[in-house]
Every structure is written in C-alpha cells, then in structure tokens.
C-alpha cells in the first residue's frame, strides 16, 4: 500500500499567518489521484481539493493546492481563525486508498 | 443537497457483529461508487471499503478482509456494512461517504457525520 507521511505533525500559527502544510508519499502517485480534506472536532471530513489542485465547491481561495509526483503541498494564504483544523491527504492511485497520518493546525 | 445518514452502531463484545447502514438523499444513489471510512477515538482517517454503482465491483482494506462485507440497495438508496468477528481494533465512528469522479479524478465529496461502534468486552 503506498503510505502518505504528512509534515508537520502539529503546526503552530496566527490569524493571518501563511500556513503550509506537506504530504509525502512512499511511491509516485499521479497529480490526479491526490485529495486534501479539512476536519473540525467531532465534524465529519470535508472535501477541500481533488486531483492536488482542484478546490472544492465553497472552499475559499486563500487555499491552494499542488504538488506532483511524492511531493504534495496545502497551502492556506492568511489564515482565518476558521481555518485550525486537522488537515488530511489521501491518495487514490491505487487501493487500499490510504490517508496521511493528518496536520494539526492549531492557533498560537 | 446531498444527506448522508448513519446508523447501526453501538456496543459489541468482541467476536461479535453489527450491520452499519447508509441512507441517502438528494443526490442519484445509484450513479455513485459509495465507500465506508473509519475513524478510531483520537486518530486519523482509515478507508475501510467501497463498492461500485451496480455492487459488482468491491474493495476492502487488508485489515477487514474476510471479516466485513459491504453491500448496497438501490431501490432503497442505502449503503450498508455488515462487521463480523469484531476485534477490539474495529472500535470507530464509520462515516459513509460518496465517491465523486470528475474526468476520471476521484474525491469523497459527501459524508455522513459517523456512527460509533465500540468492541469491548
């Protein structure tokens, strides 16, 4: 199965702050096949890009997408103090299709 | 809009069963892959399983092989996960989700908001 590393474990940042935030993979994955989701505490996981770089309906753009081959990055412009969440990678270049172990974005 | 419901867990001894049930609305059931993910107290996200618009084509992950077995409805627009010999392991909320493919690009773009099952003795 292809395991997705993601970095930093927990970010401390600011309102208004550039947060950037990387998933790793084992393998090469395509562009196509990766997806980043947002998740609040006890809230369902909520789409925020497919394909690296495709943002989902209503997602804001102050976040951004990238990335291809092992390197993928999410980057939030000035965060917003809606923005301190975990954040998840997933790949779907092949199943089983594995999640990263998330990014807690917390305020500092 | 898309709704997503869960319902079917609870507390089981280990060795034991439940059956998770999706039900949908405001969206074609029977167009979309469904798949079920889980989440364990205080982890990440693990996909557990999906099944494709007709229920003819099926994948789990290593871990619920042979133990968990995902089935659809679609005349009664549900999704379904029936969890055999439980493992302490299994203890979760499992969110079913939509499977969204857009120019061969595929996300989950729809969640429920979980259901929690408990293995424990």
């Known amino acids: 199965e292809i395991v997705l590393t993601q970095s930093p474990g927990t970010l401390s940042l600011s309102p208004g702050e550039r947060a950037t935030l990387s998933c790793r993979a084992r393998?090469?994955?395509?562009?196509?096949?990766l997806a980043w989701y947002q998740q609040k505490p006890g809230q369902a996981p909520r789409l925020l890009f497919y394909?690296?770089?495709s943002r989902a309906t209503g997602i804001p753009d102050r976040f951004s997408g990238s990335g291809s081959g092992t390197d993928f990055t999410l980057t939030i412009s000035r965060l917003e103090p809606e923005d301190f969440a975990v954040y998840y990678c997933?790949?779907?270049?092949?199943?089983?299709?594995?999640f990263g172990q998330g990014t807690k974005l917390e305020i500092k | 809009e898309v709704y997503l419901v869960e319902s079917g867990g609870g507390l089981v001894q280990p060795g034991g069963s439940l059956r998770l049930s999706c039900a949908a609305s405001?969206?074609?059931?029977?167009?979309?892959?469904m798949t079920w993910v889980r989440q364990a107290p205080g982890k990440g996200l693990e996909w557990v399983a999906n099944?494709?618009?007709?229920?003819?084509?099926?994948s789990y992950v290593g871990s619920v092989k042979g133990r968990f077995a995902i089935s659809r409805d679609n005349v009664k627009k549900s999704l379904y996960l029936q969890m055999n010999s439980l493992r302490v392991e299994d203890t979760a909320v499992y969110y079913c989700?939509?499977?969204?493919?857009?120019?061969?690009?595929?996300?989950?773009?729809?969640w429920g908001q979980g259901t929690l099952a408990t293995v424990s003795s």
């Open positions: 997933q790949q779907f270049h092949s199943s089983p299709y594995t």
């Open positions: 393998l090469s994955v395509s562009s196509s096949s």
């Open positions: 394909g690296a770089s």
């Open positions: 405001g969206f074609t059931f029977s167009k979309y892959w």
């Open positions: 099944i494709n618009e007709g229920g003819s084509e099926i």
């Open positions: 989700a939509r499977e969204w493919m857009v120019r061969g690009v595929r996300s989950f773009d729809s």
